[in-house]
């Protein structure tokens, strides 16, 4: 079981910066892939980033290669979303979230844990 606590949603001007953090519980963090996803109003919700379990693999949207970037330390049992150069495109609900990895890509409906949101807002 695994339980997972998102921070650092707020409302940021176009081209600033914000950094998500995800707070997991249980010892078994390091054995799950984690992702981001968020979710824009009347939008699906969709892949921000995903992260191997050691980290050394990441798959970003198109949309936000470049800039932002995930990080994870197993250690502290969180994982982190550095976003910079924001635009009002970026406001959503972001989601932290795991799975086992058991496909190649990280899809929505087979995530094992998700945390409960965190809002983003871009003004232009």
């Known amino acids: 079981q695994v339980q997972l606590v998102e921070s650092g949603g707020g409302l940021v001007q176009a081209g600033g910066s914000l950094r998500l953090s995800c707070a997991a519980s249980?010892?078994?963090?390091?054995?799950?892939?984690m992702g981001w996803f968020r979710q824009a109003p009347g939008k699906e919700r969709e892949l921000v980033v995903s992260?191997?379990?050691?980290?050394?693999?990441?798959n970003y949207a198109d949309s936000v290669k470049g800039r932002f970037t995930i990080s994870r330390h197993n250690a502290k049992n969180t994982v982190y979303l550095q976003m910079n150069s924001l635009k009002p495109e970026d406001t959503a609900v972001y989601y932290c979230?795991?799975?086992?990895?058991?496909?190649?890509?990280?899809?929505?409906?087979?995530?094992?844990?998700w945390g409960q949101g965190t809002q983003v807002v871009v003004s232009s």
């Open positions: 992260i191997t379990w050691n980290g050394d693999s990441t």
């Open positions: 979230a795991a799975d086992r990895a058991f496909a190649p890509a990280m899809r929505a409906l087979a995530v094992d844990y």
């Open positions: 249980g010892r078994t963090f390091s054995e799950y892939r």
